[in-house]
């Protein structure tokens, strides 16, 4: 039978489950806070974000999230609502604007290559 990487993995895996249940092998532990799910934004609190913090245009703010136009409309009409990733950053951007926005702004977006 040929004996493949993943299978000897699996095979050194239950052999260290097996010294743990023993006593003969300790683990590692790492205690990590978890954050708190990303707060609920309502329409009111995105376009003051947006107008009195940022003072920028819809266009830029949604260049800024990643996000669509329509959909930025829509959280500001209060037809749609954030997604949880879209909420944190809205959160992050919130606390720190300066960082956020000099952040994004040095990100290396690799460039296409011409066919």
């Known amino acids: ?3 493949t990487k993943l299978g000897q993995e699996l095979i050194k895996g239950l052999k260290e489950s097996l010294e743990f ?3 003969k092998r ?5 205690d990590v806070k978890l954050p708190k799910n990303p707060p609920v934004w309502s329409n ?11 003072r920028v245009s819809q266009p830029v703010f949604a260049s800024y ?5 329509s959909a930025l409309r829509g959280w500001e009409q209060g037809l ?20 956020f926005i000099r952040l994004i702004r040095d990100i290396n977006v690799p460039k296409k290559k011409a066919s």
């Open 1 to 3: 039978m040929k004996k």
């Open 21 to 23: 249940e023993r006593g």
């Open 26 to 30: 300790t683990l590692r532990v790492s």
């Open 44 to 54: 009111k609190q995105i376009v003051q974000l947006r107008k009195d913090k940022l």
């Open 65 to 69: 999230l990643g996000v669509s136009i």
């Open 80 to 99: 749609k609502n954030p997604s949880s990733i879209a909420r944190r950053l809205l959160q992050v951007l919130s606390k720190d604007p300066d960082t």
